[in-house]
């Protein structure tokens, strides 16, 4: 919260003395960088990060890179000398392929992110033969839904240049020179196509692979989890699971308190492929009895909560497992199931006795606010009182429950949420122990 309140800050001051352009007249800020190169451990790394866009042609400050999520190879930081553009630099010190998300923001407040990928080798590794390292089976793709994945190899001398040299992509994919495969399929089948990487000694290694494009179908609301909370020691890791015979296509999305996108880090595991990306959606297919992993990896240190809703053509099951790593002392962590029904009454059992204090949850599911009633009884069934809580349009909120409801303190009972929307609400309740560990607590 103190970073966006500095950011506004600085908005607003330089709008007042006239560093920044009119409202709307920058152009959007983006990460100009397709890709990095590969590394070395233990020889020298040096990259410009560069970007367009946003206020920088009305300021002499130029804008800030910031790892968002992830984690940069280790040995490599970001630089930034004064009025000079910032670089990706040092000496790696391990070998591996690690993922990250820059962010830069800039002296008007815009931001903008983008994930990458660096390859570090060791010496050896340097010296031996190129050889495609990515499975044959890529992820599948649905018609219509953004596909994304990225090729990897080993050996040779960087940089690496990828290419089609056999059979071709489906309709709407394509392949960069720095091995992503992306765009949104347009034609249904299986496709075999041969793709080539070549190092800068002109060496060459091609392997084939198979990728498999299936109709979307219709995508409707399958399941929902109505808390997610990212950033400030939390982070939040889904799992998705397809338990049926048939493939199913999935569409993740993810909403604010206000009910508008929530864009996020994130990193996905699905077919042993990890992969870090950034977005406020997340389009996936799982074949028949697959799973995929999506965690909220973010490492802001402020905390933004909200909900996500999966979309899909068949049916989906699922949980979410919240962990908190504290400053000192252990990770606390709970797991709550999907919710696969939407009523419109949810019942959330409360115990605020011997130290331990409830939190609760809700997403209002309806695209048109609501006021949700939250009936309060105690373990007797005494009725204690009612409250009405508003919530946006496919908004969300999330309270500790004796601050928003005072006469839960120091008692046991039910609060019964209800909401007048037939489109229901989502909820789940987390239990806070005075040893500073916590439980989830399912709504009825």
Same mark, same amino acid.
């Given at each position: ?33 397709? @890709?990095?190169?590969? *590394?070395? #451990? /233990?020889?020298? !790394?040096? =990259?410009? %990060?560069?970007?367009? $866009? &946003? ?81 044959? @089976?890529?992820?599948? *793709?649905? #018609? /219509?839904?953004? !596909?994304? =994945?990225? %090729?990897?190899?080993? $050996? &040779? ?288």
């Amino acid at each position: 919260m103190k970073r966006i309140i500095e950011r506004r800050a600085v908005a607003l001051l330089t709008v007042a003395f006239g560093l920044c352009s009119a409202a709307g007249q920058n152009p959007p800020l983006t990460i100009a960088n397709d @890709s990095f190169p590969g *590394g070395v #451990v /233990g020889e020298e !790394y040096l =990259q410009a %990060l560069k970007f367009s $866009g &946003g206020c920088e042609s009305d300021l002499t400050a130029k804008p800030q890179f910031t790892v968002e999520a992830g984690a940069l190879p280790s040995g490599l930081a970001i630089e930034t000398p004064s009025n000079a553009g910032s670089a990706l630099t040092g000496k790696p010190t391990a070998a591996g392929t690690f993922g990250f998300t820059l962010k830069v923001v800039d002296a008007c407040g815009a931001s903008a992110t983008k994930a990458f990928s660096v390859t570090v080798r060791n010496a050896a590794q340097a010296n031996s033969a190129l050889i495609v390292t990515t499975s044959p @089976s890529l992820l599948s *793709g649905s #018609v /219509g839904r953004a !596909y994304s =994945q990225s %090729l990897a190899a080993t $050996g &040779g001398s960087f940089p690496y240049t990828w290419s089609v040299v056999d059979g071709a992509l489906p309709p709407g994919l394509a392949v960069s020179s720095s091995g992503a495969i992306a765009g949104t399929p347009t034609t249904v089948g299986t496709f075999t196509f041969t793709i080539q990487v070549a190092d800068s000694a002109a060496a060459t290694a091609t392997q084939t692979f198979k990728l498999s494009v299936f109709a979307a179908g219709t995508l409707a609301r399958s399941a929902v989890l109505s808390h997610l909370a990212a950033g400030g020691g939390w982070d939040t890791a889904f799992t998705l699971v397809n338990n049926s015979a048939t493939t199913v296509a999935a569409r993740v999305a993810f909403l604010g308190e206000d009910g508008t996108a929530l864009n996020l880090p994130l990193n996905v595991i699905q077919q042993n492929v990890s992969q870090s990306t950034a977005g406020s959606t997340l389009d996936l297919v799982l074949a028949p009895n697959a799973t995929v992993v999506i965690n909220t990896a973010t490492q802001s240190p402020s905390t933004v909560v909200g909900w996500a809703d999966v979309l899909s053509s068949g049916p989906l099951g699922g949980f979410a497992i919240f962990r908190q790593t504290p400053q000192t002392g252990p990770s606390s962590e709970g797991a709550v199931p999907f919710q696969a029904q939407f009523p419109s009454t949810l019942t959330l059992p409360y115990d605020n006795t011997a130290g331990f204090v409830m939190s609760v949850a809700i997403a209002n599911l309806s695209t048109t606010s609501a006021n949700i009633t939250a009936t309060i009884w105690d373990d007797s069934g005494n009725r204690l009182g009612t409250q009405t809580i508003a919530i946006a349009g496919s908004g969300h909120t999330s309270f500790i429950l004796p601050n928003q409801l005072p006469v839960t303190t120091g008692k046991r009972g039910i609060v019964q949420f209800q909401s007048p929307a037939s489109d229901g609400i989502a909820g789940l309740g987390l239990r806070f122990s005075p040893f500073a560990t916590f439980t989830s607590i399912p709504m009825i």
